[in-house]
C-alpha cells in the first residue's frame, strides 16, 4: 500500500495554550496525526520544563509529551501580548486550554470573545471541575481527581486503605477526551460551517471511565468498594499466586472455567454448584482463590502461564514497566520510536498507539526549546516582517530564540 504523508490531519491548525500533561497530551496525539500544533508558552516556559528527571537540564517529560509540537513564548500579561495571541487564534482551527476558569476571558483569549470573532473557532476548555458548576473556580491536579472521583476509592486491596493509580490517568483521560471531542466538532464544522465550545473536566473524565462500578451502584446492589487484585463482579478473574510470583487469570464462562479446572488436576471444581456460574464463583471467591492457588503452586509464572494458555484460559505474567518498554511487543508494534534532539542527540520518543493504514509511523520531532518558533509562526501565521519580530523581542513581549 501506498504510505500517505502527512497525516489525517495534515492541515488543521491548532493553537496551544496548556500545560503540565492533560492539554499537552491531548495536543500531542493531535500533533502525530499531522495537525500543526503552536504551543504557547509564558516567559518562564511550561511547569514540565522543570520537573524531573532530567538530562542536561532538558525534562523527559516535557519532552514526551510535546513532541511533533512549534513553541513560541509570549507574555500574556502584556497588552502587547495578548493582542497577538488573539491575533494568532483568529488563524487557528482549533484553541486549546487549561486556564483556570475565568482566566482565559480576562486575558481576552475567551471563546465567547475568539468564536464571536471567528466562528468556525473549535475552541477546547480542560479543566479540573469543568466551567461551570460548584467547584468551577478551584484548580484541580490528577491526584485531586482521583480522590474526588471515586477511583482511588475503588483501587486497593480489600479492606486496605485507598490506592492511588499508578499514572497520571486523571490527566490522561481529560486529554483523550479532548482530542476525541475536538475530532467530532471539526468533523462537525465541515457539515455547518460553525465552531463548537468544548468543556472537558477531569473530574467527569475520571467518572466516565467507571461503568464497571456504576452497574454495581446502578441497581442499588450495594456500594462498590475495593476488592484487590481480581475483578469485582467476575471470578475467577484477577492475580493468583504461583510458586515463584503471580499470574494474571481471566475466567468469564464455563467452558474457560472447565478448562482451568482440568489443567489445574482438579476437574470437580467443574461441578461444584458453589463454581456454577459467574455469579456464584464471585460470591464464594473466598473459597475459589486457595483451590487455583493450591494447582498453581507447582508451577512457576513461566509454567503456569504456558499451561492456562495452552489449556485456552487467558492468562499472563505481570510484567515490570521498564520491561514492557523495552520489550517485543512495544518495538514490533512501534509504541515508542526515536527522535533526534539537537543537544541531546538521540532519544526514545513515544506515539500515538493507533496504526493507520497506509500512514508510516516514527519521524517523531522533539518538543520545541522555549520561544524556539516565534519567527517562523509570526511570519507563517501572520505575515509579520523581521523588524516586527524584532521589535516584539525587544518589548519582552516575545522571549526565546530571536529571529
Not at 515508542?336 to 526514545?348: D, F, Q, R, S
Request: proline share 6%.
Amino acid at each position: 500500500m501506498t504510505e500517505t504523508k502527512g497525516g489525517p490531519l495534515s492541515g488543521v491548525r491548532i493553537l496551544d495554550f496548556t500545560r503540565v500533561l492533560s492539554g499537552p497530551y491531548c495536543t500531542a496525539l493531535l500533533a502525530d496525526l499531522g495537525a500543526e500544533v503552536v504551543k504557547v508558552e509564558a516567559p518562564q516556559g511550561d511547569d514540565y520544563r522543570h520537573v524531573a528527571p532530567f538530562r542536561d537540564g532538558e525534562s523527559a517529560l516535557f519532552q514526551l509529551v510535546n513532541r511533533n509540537k512549534q513553541g513560541i513564548a509570549i507574555d500574556l500579561k502584556q497588552k502587547a501580548g495578548q493582542a497577538l495571541a488573539h491575533a494568532l487564534a483568529l488563524r487557528a482551527d482549533v484553541v486549546i486550554e487549561n486556564f483556570r476558569p475565568g482566566v482565559a476571558d480576562r486575558l481576552g483569549l475567551g471563546a465567547e470573545a475568539l468564536m464571536a470573532a471567528h466562528p468556525r473557532l473549535v475552541y477546547a476548555s480542560i479543566s479540573g471541575f469543568g466551567q461551570t458548576g460548584p467547584n468551577a473556580g478551584l484548580p484541580a491536579f490528577d491526584l485531586v481527581a482521583q480522590g474526588l472521583s471515586g477511583l482511588m476509592a475503588l483501587t486497593g486491596d480489600a479492606g486496605g486503605e485507598p490506592m492511588k493509580v499508578g499514572e497520571s490517568v486523571g490527566d490522561l483521560a481529560a486529554g483523550l477526551f479532548a482530542s476525541w471531542s475536538i475530532l467530532a466538532a471539526l468533523l462537525e464544522r465541515e457539515k455547518t460551517g460553525r465552531g463548537r465550545r468544548l468543556d472537558i473536566a477531569m473530574l467527569d473524565s475520571l467518572v466516565a471511565l467507571l461503568p464497571t462500578a456504576v452497574a454495581q451502584w446502578m441497581f442499588g446492589r450495594g456500594a462498590p468498594t475495593r476488592v484487590g487484585n481480581r475483578h469485582p463482579l467476575s471470578t475467577p478473574f484477577g492475580a493468583y499466586r504461583a510458586r515463584d510470583g503471580h499470574v494474571v487469570v481471566c475466567v468469564l464462562n464455563a467452558v474457560q472455567f472447565g478448562n482451568l479446572a482440568a489443567v489445574l488436576g482438579q476437574p470437580a471444581l467443574a461441578d461444584d454448584p458453589r463454581f456454577a456460574s459467574d455469579a456464584l464463583r464471585t460470591e464464594h471467591e473466598t473459597a475459589l482463590r486457595p483451590l487455583i492457588e493450591a494447582g498453581l503452586a507447582r508451577w512457576t509464572v513461566a509454567e503456569a502461564v504456558a499451561a492456562l494458555s495452552a489449556a485456552g484460559v487467558p492468562a499472563a505474567p505481570i510484567l515490570e514497566a521498564a520491561e514492557v518498554f523495552a520489550g517485543d511487543h512495544v518495538r514490533d508494534r512501534g509504541l515508542i520510536g526515536e527522535t533526534a534532539h539537537p543537544t541531546l542527540g538521540a532519544l526514545p520518543a513515544m506515539e500515538q498507539p493507533v496504526h493507520f493504514a497506509g500512514l508510516a509511523r516514527g519521524g517523531q520531532r522533539p518538543a520545541p526549546a522555549l520561544g524556539a518558533d516565534n519567527a517562523d509562526v509570526l511570519t507563517r501565521w501572520l505575515g509579520h516582517e523581521t523588524e516586527q519580530i524584532t521589535a516584539l523581542s525587544a518589548a519582552g513581549t516575545i522571549v526565546g530564540r530571536r529571529p
